[in-house]
């Protein structure tokens, strides 16, 4: 009679341990970061020394001058043009609109080349912080022709590929910082350009589709 | 114990810039998968189950006080798996085929009869513990598969752990009777 093996050692060899499948990982990871991202203490409140109890009057000038900082910094902001935030927008759309060009080079278009989520998704996982919402977007007019990645303005970008009669969308995401421009549409040098955020992401959509064609897709991209 | 405020202080003593949930579920993940499949018997309910306890896992992540994360994430799946799923599966689901259970561990420098043999007991073993109930099974998958200890098994089962002694002595009982020619059983058999 043979040497027998004790149950647990028998099982371990003849029972697999399962490993999560790719996509459900990068899933469960996507989750846990929103969750994260969402459980992360806020930045104190400016006034928060208000409420504590080492606050002196002496302070109160340091405030004020915060304040009227603040404002005029604002007041710039929304008056002059060339003020940081129009110049962070333009940054960001003219590099947008050269990445997108740069992606019809050929060659150029995608990394991995797929119309299956679960291919380009977990392709994703590893090579950027975020795990992009990859949906084949075929039944509504967009086929997903693959992904790759991008360096847009200081962000490392997930960048989805779809296809609509004829024209390409690039859709990049990145997460947010706090200098994001706004949520709108942009027309940079004849092309169409549609941001938006959601869950700490940035979202944008570049083509040379009419501006009607990226809030179709945005609509489906978001259903 | 425990503080209301602990959560949030202890929530950013780990690596820097990973999260907590990040880091204190995650890693638990495939686990709480072989257990899903163990329970539902299929990959597909073993994936919509372990996606449903990752969603209650973020909602109910502020009562997670103790360390033990594995045990706290395995009852959230086996409770999805109980309440969801049909946990008697019919005979012959994918998950015990050949091609779905995964690398055997053959050794290649084995006689080709000797690997032939190591594969038959191997196919014995998952056929007998597929004829356990949902109750002895998932208390041996727990113990000797996740080698888990008396007190995790009890947790995520939600029972005594004397109730985890017996179940898990009759379920070697039962696999004894099947397995008692290939497998050492102690004094059991």
């Not at chain 1, 947008?96 to 019809?104: G, K, Q, W």
């Not at chain 1, 995401?173 to 200098?179: A, E, G, K, L, V």
């Not at chain 1, 169409?192 to 179709?216: F, I, K, N, Q």
């Not at chain 2, 050794?107 to 109930?133: C, F, G, K, S, Y």
Request: charged share 20%; with cysteine.
């Amino acid at each position: 009679m043979k040497e027998r093996l004790d149950l647990g050692r028998a099982m371990r060899e003849a029972l697999p341990a399962y490993e999560a499948s790719s996509s459900l990982q990068a899933w469960a990871l996507e989750e846990a970061r929103k969750f994260d991202l969402q459980s992360l203490p806020q930045p104190e409140p400016l006034s928060h020394p208000l409420r504590s109890r080492g606050w002196r009057l002496s302070h109160w000038p340091i405030a004020a001058s915060l304040v009227i900082a603040v404002a005029a910094g604002w007041g710039a902001g929304v008056l002059w043009p060339g003020s940081r935030i129009t110049s962070v927008t333009n940054a960001t759309t003219s590099e947008l609109v050269d990445a997108h060009v740069r992606s019809l080079l050929p060659g150029h278009l995608v990394d991995v080349e797929s119309s299956d989520r679960h291919t380009v998704k977990p392709w994703f996982a590893g090579k950027t912080d975020i795990a992009p919402t990859v949906i084949d977007l075929s039944d509504k007019g967009f086929p997903l022709l693959g992904g790759r990645l991008d360096y847009v303005n200081g962000h490392t970008a997930a960048v989805l590929t779809y296809r609509r009669r004829g024209h390409t969308i690039n859709l990049f995401i990145w997460r947010t910082s706090p200098d994001e421009p706004g949520d709108g549409s942009f027309a940079v040098r004849g092309y169409s350009l549609l941001h938006w955020s959601t869950a700490g992401l940035g979202l944008w959509a570049v083509s040379d589709a009419a501006l009607s064609e990226l809030e179709a897709f945005q609509r489906a991209y978001m259903q | 114990m425990s503080h209301v405020g602990e959560q949030v202080e202890v929530g950013h003593g780990g690596s820097p810039g990973v999260g907590r949930f990040e880091s204190v579920v995650l890693p638990h993940l495939s686990a709480g998968f072989t257990l899903a499949m163990y329970l539902t018997g299929n990959k597909a309910d073993a994936e919509d189950a372990v996606q449903e306890a990752i969603l209650r896992a973020v909602r109910y992540f502020s009562t997670l006080r103790d360390e033990d994360a594995r045990a706290w994430f395995l009852t959230i799946v086996r409770r999805v798996c109980f309440t969801a799923y049909r946990t008697d599966r019919p005979q012959g689901t994918d998950m015990m085929s050949i091609d779905a259970a995964g690398p055997q561990l053959v050794d290649h420098r084995d006689q080709p009869d000797v690997a032939a043999e190591r594969m038959q007991v191997q196919q014995r073993v998952r056929a007998a513990v597929d004829q356990l109930p949902p109750l002895l099974r998932e208390t041996v998958v727990l113990r000797e598969l996740q080698s888990c200890s008396y007190a995790e098994v009890a947790a995520v089962t939600e029972v005594p752990i004397g109730t985890v002694m017996s179940r898990l002595s009759r379920a070697r009982a039962r696999l004894a009777v099947l397995l008692n020619d290939v497998v050492d059983f102690g004094d059991v058999a």
